[in-house]
Nanobody, 116 residues
Framework: QVQLMESGGGLVQAGGSLRLSCAAS????????MVWYRQAPGKQRELVAV???????NYADSVKGRFTISRDNAKNTVYLQMNSLKPEDTAVYTC??????????WGQGTQVTVSS
């Protein structure tokens, strides 16, 4: 069994920063690709950022230049540094970590609210 624990969400003013964390624990040998998604009220879930096991990253156009995804393999943790936040970044952010031979596990989601 694998559990993901997210932290770091909250309320911030426009222009501010937040750092999300997502740590995997349990029975697995390795982590593979790690992903952050978000879903705003009334909207479909959106892929925000991806990082491969080799450190290659990719971002949604809406967050390029403002968000940075990173990982600490020793801690089985993925981070999302969010700078220059905008009200339209308000959403529930959820991590997904792929482990071993390809099983995905999801975090519980953390609320990010950006006030104008």
């Amino acid at each position: 069994q694998v559990q993901l624990m997210e932290s770091g969400g909250g309320l911030v003013q426009a222009g501010g920063s937040l750092r999300l964390s997502c740590a995997a624990s349990g029975r697995f040998f390795r982590t593979n690709v790690m992903v952050w998604y978000r879903q705003a009220p009334g909207k479909q879930r959106e892929l925000v950022a991806v990082i491969t096991s080799g450190g290659t990253t990719n971002y949604a156009d809406s967050v390029k230049g403002r968000f940075t995804i990173s990982r600490d393999n020793a801690k089985n943790t993925v981070y999302l540094q969010m700078n220059s936040l905008k009200p339209e970044d308000t959403a529930v952010y959820t991590c997904k970590i792929n482990v071993d031979l390809g099983t995905d596990y999801w975090g519980q989601g953390t609320q990010v609210t950006v006030s104008s």
